[in-house]
């Protein structure tokens, strides 16, 4: 399936399960939040599961406020900001309600993690990198008992968003082959990655688990 048919029937599915003013939201030109997918979004986890579009939140004082895109499994609230809609015309109030949103989402306890039109225009690959740094640093503080190397090694993985090999992780952590090699078996053991072919008897690649497939650690 392509983008676009995985992007369509995602927002097809968002608006079904809508109600009330959230239908309004997604009625609106979503052309922003679909280049926030496809640019930084898609690449990086390959599906639209655990997504919400127009996430709703209600402050302390009962107001609604709405995230553009909200990954639930790790409570991210991305955003898409024009320079135009967010500096060059806004006003004073609207400028101060933006920073309590941006707090709002703060108390929730949940990442406030903003895109700006022109990096997702001309930096995507920036951005994307930016992404995965996030995603890798979140799966070492998410996973309990891993040493200093597990967890530099977990962050290197989501990073790169490439098949990492014995080379790469041998450079990552300044260790020798055979230490690097504990290292990758150890987190196989805490179930930190899994077999990308569970059915084979010999195991070359794996991906860290819960992650798809966009990530391959290669042994």
Known sequence: MT?????????KEQLKDASGRR???LSKDMTAEKKLFKEILWPAF????GFKLQYELVTFTGITIFVDIFYVPLGIAF???GFVAHSENITRDRFDFERFRVRTIANKGYIYYPFTWDEMNK????????LFELLGILHSLNRQELNVYERAVLQFAA?????IRISDVM???GKGEVFSRKVLKGLYSKSM????KPDKKRNHAYILAGSGTSNLVNI
């Open 79 to 81: 955003e898409s900001e």
């Open 46 to 49: 390959k599906t639209f599961k």
């Open 159 to 163: 990073y790169i968003n490439r098949p």
């Open 193 to 196: 990655i899994v077999p990308l």
């Open 171 to 173: 450079q990552c952590i």
């Open 3 to 11: 983008f676009e048919e995985a992007y369509a029937q995602f927002l």
């Open 23 to 25: 239908i309004e939201m």
């Open 123 to 130: 930096k995507p690959d920036k951005c994307r990198t930016s």
